[in-house]
T-cell receptor, first 115, second 112 residues
Framework: EAQVTQNPRYLITVTGKKLTVTCSQN?????MSWYRQDPGLGLRQIYYSMNVEVTDKGDVPEGYKVSRKEKRNFPLILESPSPNQTSLYFC??????????????FGQGTRLTVV | AQSVAQPEDQVNVAEGNPLTVKCTYSVSGNPYLFWYVQYPNRGLQFLLK??????LVKGSYGFEAEFNKSQTSFHLKKPSALVSDSALYFC??????????FGSGTQLTVLP
C-alpha cells in the first residue's frame, strides 16, 4: 500500500530540547515536503526536497532543519524548539511538482506541543 | 506568485442538499488546480485536479469541481451532501519549485 509514515503522531516536549520527526515514503517519490498547519493559516511549507541531498527552504523555515540522505526518508529536526513551533506537522511526497504536479500523498500528521 | 484563496472559513449545509466550497486563484499562465480533503485526525487526501480540458472535473467520493476562467474560480461541488462529507477542504496550486501552495481551508459541516 502506498503510504507516507510519520512518527511520532503526538509529541509534548520542553523548550530547547532537540527533537526529530521522522517521515518515510514507500512510493519511490523524488519530491518530499514538510508543512505545518495552524488554524486560519492553512498549510505552510517549511522545507522541501527535490531529490537526495537536494533541499531548500519553503515559506517558514526558521527554527527547522531537514536532511535527505536517502530517497525514502525526510526527517524534520527542531534543534531548539520554542512554543511558537507548537503546531500540526505533515510530511508529503509526490512524483513530480510544479507544472507537472501529480497528487501529493500526506502522512497522518504529528501534533507537536512545546511547553 | 501562484496563489489560491478560500473566502469562506465555514460552510454549513443540510444533508441531501447540494454543497459548494469556493476557491479563487491567481496564477500566471494556464492554471493547474487541486482540491484536498482533511478528515478529523487524518492527513490530507487528494480529491481531484484540473489541468486542462473540460471545465467540470470529477473526483473522489462524488465530488466535482467547476473551473471558470473568466471568474478565476475553481469551486468544489457535490449534488447531495452527506454527513460524512464534514471535513476541512483545501484548494491548492503548484508552485514553481515547490509542491503545493494551499488556501486557508474551509470547514464544511453537513447537518443531519
Amino acid at each position: 500500500e502506498a503510504q507516507v509514515t510519520q512518527n511520532p503522531r503526538y509529541l509534548i516536549t520542553v523548550t530547547g530540547k532537540k527533537l526529530t520527526v521522522t517521515c518515510s515514503q514507500n512510493m519511490n517519490h523524488e519530491y518530499m515536503s514538510w508543512y505545518r498547519q495552524d488554524p486560519g493559516l492553512g498549510l505552510r511549507q517549511i522545507y522541501y526536497s527535490m531529490n537526495v541531498e537536494v533541499t531548500d527552504k519553503g515559506d517558514v523555515p526558521e527554527g527547522y532543519k531537514v536532511s535527505r540522505k536517502e530517497k525514502r526518508n525526510f526527517p524534520l529536526i527542531l534543534e531548539s524548539p520554542s512554543p511558537n513551533q507548537t503546531s500540526l506537522y505533515f510530511c508529503a511526497s509526490s512524483l513530480s511538482i510544479g507544472r507537472l504536479s501529480t497528487e501529493a500523498f500526506f502522512g497522518q500528521g504529528t501534533r507537536l506541543t512545546v511547553v | 506568485a501562484q496563489s489560491v484563496a478560500q473566502p469562506e472559513d465555514q460552510v454549513n449545509v443540510a444533508e441531501g442538499n447540494p454543497l459548494t466550497v469556493k476557491c479563487t486563484y491567481s496564477v500566471s499562465g494556464n492554471p493547474y488546480l487541486f482540491w484536498y480533503v482533511q478528515y478529523p485526525n487524518r492527513g490530507l487526501q487528494f480529491l481531484l485536479k484540473y489541468i486542462t480540458g473540460d471545465n467540470l472535473v470529477k473526483g473522489s467520493y462524488g465530488f466535482e469541481a467547476e473551473f471558470n476562467k473568466s471568474q478565476t474560480s475553481f469551486h468544489l461541488k457535490k449534488p447531495s451532501a452527506l454527513v460524512s462529507d464534514s471535513a476541512l477542504y483545501f484548494c491548492a496550486v503548484p508552485g514553481s519549485a515547490r509542491q503545493l501552495t494551499f488556501g486557508s481551508g474551509t470547514q464544511l459541516t453537513v447537518l443531519p
